[in-house]
């Protein structure tokens, strides 16, 4: 169960103070959420906050592209520390080569939908993708309510992910706390990405253990 605080929720006067905080904490990689404004109405931070990022800590760089044209991006991210490029297959007419591009840039690739769009769109793709991030809220904005009915996109990807014996990430983002990392873990996630639940918390490391323990309770509910 591996935890990603997402820095979109960090306060930006301090962002170094903040990612050492959420890391000495147990964060196990940082999330960066990426918006252009145009893909989704919000805009966040480019490449220059992720080398920023990079610089404050050895964790891994969970780094979500929401924006449009991502094909134009890959490698600038990737040179700016990403470990994890997580792309929106809606937002591109060539997912083979665009997760070809971001496996040659030496990223690990990530792809994902919006709640409204079905995870068929990628299906095709599993076994070429190292991690799969399903919505749980939809993209753009920070602390928005969990939409438990993700649960089925949760659900289908880990058995289909199963039926061809490719055991991709799972990353849940939206809405993520103690209580509903037990429900996500429980469909088969592995990875919990919370923002607002643990930067707008005093104590990281409590609200961090508290999401670890409520996936490791789920699950131990699906074993």
Do not use: W
Not at 17 to 37: F, K, L
Not at 114 to 124: G, Q, R, T
């Amino acid at each position: 169960m591996l935890i990603a605080p997402s820095i979109l929720s960090a306060d930006f006067r301090s962002l170094e103070q903040e990612v050492t905080r959420a890391v000495e904490a147990g964060a196990d990689m940082i999330h960066c959420d990426i918006m252009d404004g145009h893909f989704v109405p919000n805009i966040s931070f480019g490449p220059l906050v992720v080398a920023a990022v990079r610089r404050c800590t050895t964790v891994p760089l969970d780094v979500h592209l929401m924006i449009s044209n991502p094909q134009d991006y890959i490698e600038r991210f990737r040179e700016s520390g990403a470990d994890t490029i997580t792309v929106h297959a809606e937002a591109t007419d060539d997912l083979p080569g665009l997760i070809a591009q971001i496996r040659d840039s030496g990223a690990r690739v990530g792809i994902t939908v919006n709640p409204d769009k079905p995870v068929d769109l990628f299906l095709d793709y599993l076994s070429e993708i190292d991690q799969v991030l399903i919505m749980t809220v939809y993209a753009g904005f920070g602390g928005q309510k969990f939409m438990p009915e993700m649960m089925d996109k949760v659900q289908k990807v880990y058995r289909a992910a199963r039926e061809i014996g490719h055991a991709p990430d799972i990353e849940v983002d939206g809405g993520v706390n103690a209580h509903t990392a037990s429900t996500c873990a429980e469909h088969g996630a592995n990875i919990f990405v919370a923002g607002s639940y643990i930067f707008g918390g005093e104590n990281y490391a409590q609200r961090i253990g508290s999401v670890r323990e409520g996936a490791q309770t789920g699950q131990a509910k699906a074993i």
